[in-house]
């Protein structure tokens, strides 16, 4: 019976994720401002669908990439550091 009642909550628990998931999808990109997530070595995590119209490319290339990856100027990347750094 636990294990049932375990299940039960797991499932609930995984479609509301995927819910908000959506939502979040839905919110970001639909915006036409370029939305980023980058984890602490500043590797993109998320990247909005946004960003196509701006430079070609689909989201999911940034994905893994930082900007240094991307070929930004060292300058503009120790800049970004500095900033979120402040922040």
């Known amino acids: 019976e636990i294990i049932k009642q375990k299940t039960a909550e797991l499932v609930f628990a995984h479609k509301q ?9 839905t919110l970001v990109n639909s915006n036409p401002d ?5 984890d602490t070595n500043f590797k993109h995590l998320f990247v909005s ?7 070609g490319q689909q989201p ?9 990856d991307l070929g930004y100027p060292i300058q503009y990347v120790q ?4 900033w979120v750094n402040e922040a």
């Open 17 to 25: 994720l995927a819910e908000k998931e959506l939502l979040f999808r």
């Open 34 to 38: 370029i939305i980023t997530l980058m």
């Open 49 to 55: 669908d946004s960003v196509f119209q701006s430079t």
């Open 60 to 68: 999911d290339f940034f994905i893994g990439k930082t900007h240094l």
């Open 79 to 82: 800049q970004l550091k500095d």
